[in-house]
């Protein structure tokens, strides 16, 4: 049985993948640092999945502690490989954190893994973000990458260069780059989702944490853009669908004999849905009105970012299947569930 090592794996988009691995019958790792999530999610997993996943609390910026963890690990067969700060606007007022967390922890790494000399699937987390501001929509692979719009996006361009890079170099690695657009949603049981620490800077924890009242209005950043509407469009897919990208992708990597393999894939669902389109199927689907306001634009959105997912179609066999109005039920059940948990 492929064991596989899930970096970040306590995260929202790593958890979800744990559980769809595990639904596989992979053999899963999980190191996490816990600086952005907390060992609740692992008693989570193992609930969902009724089991009790390894896990090693690790982190990968330590390079003496990544390394002794690799050599006792090395019958790694695949890395998923999360662990990495995601907040736009925290990379922009720090940007040395981002450069030292999301870099320094895959060179630590890749370099370990490379040391053990065998084949290595590597799976690295990466964003649209890569694309900046599009030239075409719906955004293709082949869509030019920009100089990226913040620190973060920079580091995400950076590990698909780098992880390229050794790909070319190293007949041991085959690699594929995930390239998410927004994902959203929770898992069908509601015991795991997405946990925005502080002020939700995404929307749709903004607009569930502002229907159950811990938030008093939602602000929408601007009706002013040449869309359909005025407000920005985005590609927004559960996070359950991009879970088992994951898992397609890993399939793709163990059944694949080209050596030196690497390529890209955007995982979305290939439409655009606008903001004010997401507040109205959310109160269609929840039958709750949504307190919000026009406001201001907020600095460094585009108008429209949404895929084209023909690639990850044809060459993964992967589809997402939930629908915006299935994730936005399924955000509002995970945000009512954690509420109910504090009272
Ligand atoms: C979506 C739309 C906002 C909040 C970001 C990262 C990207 C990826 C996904 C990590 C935009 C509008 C938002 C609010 C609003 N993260 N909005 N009011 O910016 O498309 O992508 O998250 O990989 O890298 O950039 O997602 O959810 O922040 O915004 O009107 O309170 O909602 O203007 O049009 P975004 P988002």
Known sequence: MSKILVTGGLGYIGSHTVVELHNQGYEITIVDDLSNTSLDVLKRINKITNSSINYV???LKNVEATKIFISENNDIDGVIHFAASKAVGESVDNPLKYYINNISSLTNLLNELKDLNKKINFIFSSSATVYGKPINVPITELEPIKNAESPYGNTKQIGEE?????????????????RYFNPIGAHLSAMIGELPIGVPQNLVPYITQTAIGIRKELTVFGNDYLTIDGSCLRDYIHVVDLAKAHIKSLDKLISNDDKNYYDTFNIGTGKGTSVLELIKSFENVTGNKLNFKIGDRRKGDVAECFADVSKANKFLNWNSEFSVEDSLLSSWNWEKNINNEKL
């Open 57 to 59: 609390n690790l982190d």
């Open 162 to 178: 780098i992880i390229r890079d050794l790909v070319n170099s190293n007949s041991n690695f085959k690699a594929i780059s995930l």
